[in-house]
């Protein structure tokens, strides 16, 4: 599947995140932890210019607990301050306010010797869309501030909110990148749905998700769908048609079936993306740090 989204607005972002860079003291940069390496946007280094970054691993309650530790220890290893939290349950979030002021710890010291006490911290929020920026501010300003909703494109304009009397955050709206060069990272988004599902045909996109838990994840998949055993690769079959037989295999034991006995494979699809956005068929991490064959980290 070649899945491709980059609708003009988000251009106009680029260009006013990078006009706003300056004014700002830190980057929150928000990832989804069960995609950390798909949901990190190359573009974001050249954009903020070396300014310290908070690493936050969002949605640690849909991810495997075993891959956000690796995440987190590689993320450290390259300097960066990290929060794992989930945004939508309110975990993790209460502890925000405090890593910003850890990583800005030598600055606020310095304009305290200035006499500055209190002077206001700014921090710009980024991240692809869909990956839960407006869910997370809202949990850390303790009110509604920002539009929030499982799809994805819904922040359109930059927003300030203030989180206390010197730290304040300014929200942006996702944006990806013009090009994905890496098949698995535009599968990867696809499944959590950063991308638009009327771009891409659902069906296609289950058969390979369906063919990634069962390889990786065969024993959640059957307890999910109740089959006594996921249904084996056969030789030299590929992604997209194993895919296709256990999406059948799952629909029919759902009972979604059409004229002729035949099993209605795009319910199924459309079932298997939600309860997989859900975090209903468990914790996965579809990717870790020492993962070969992955787009390059874009900070390397």
């Avoid at 305290?112 to 407006?134: C, D, F, H, T, Y």
């Avoid at 304009?157 to 060069?181: H, M, N, R």
């Avoid at 058969?207 to 998949?221: D, F």
């Avoid at 034991?253 to 859900?278: C, Y």
Wanted: aromatic content about 8%.
């Amino acid at each position: 599947m070649n899945i491709q989204w980059y609708p003009g607005h988000m251009t106009k972002t680029r260009r006013m995140i990078a006009e706003q860079m300056k004014h700002m003291d830190a980057v929150c940069e928000i990832l989804d932890a069960r995609i950390p390496l798909s949901s990190r946007n190359p573009d974001v280094e050249e954009l903020t210019a070396g300014k310290p970054r908070l690493i936050v691993l969002n949605r640690i309650d849909q991810a495997d607990p075993a891959g956000t530790a690796r995440w987190r220890a590689y993320f450290q290893g390259k300097g960066y301050a990290v929060l794992e939290c989930s945004a939508k349950a309110g975990q993790g979030t209460v502890k925000f306010a405090a890593a910003v002021r850890e990583l800005l710890s030598d600055k606020i010291a310095a304009y305290a010797e200035k006499g500055q006490v209190g002077r206001m911290m700014r921090v710009m929020i980024l991240g692809i869309p869909n990956v839960g920026k407006s869910t997370f501010i809202n949990q850390v300003a303790r009110r509604k501030t920002a539009k929030a909703e499982d799809r994805p494109g819904v922040t359109r304009s930059k927003q300030w909110v203030p989180i206390d009397a010197s730290l304040e955050l300014l929200d942006t709206p996702g944006i990806l990148w013009p090009k994905f060069e890496d098949q698995s990272v535009g599968l990867n988004l696809a499944y959590t749905g950063a991308v638009k599902d009327e771009i891409m045909d659902l069906e296609t996109l289950a058969c390979h998700l369906m063919a990634y838990l069962g390889e990786q994840y065969p024993e959640a998949l059957a307890a999910c769908y109740k089959l006594p055993a996921v249904p084996e690769r056969e030789n030299g079959e590929e992604d997209v048609a194993w895919g296709y037989r256990l999406l059948e295999t799952a629909g029919r034991k759902r009972g979604f079936l059409i004229s002729g006995g035949e099993v209605d494979t795009e319910r199924m699809a459309r079932i298997l993306l939600d309860e997989f956005r859900g975090g209903k068929l468990g914790r996965f991490t579809l990717e870790l740090p020492e993962d070969t064959g992955r787009r390059d980290d874009p900070a390397e």
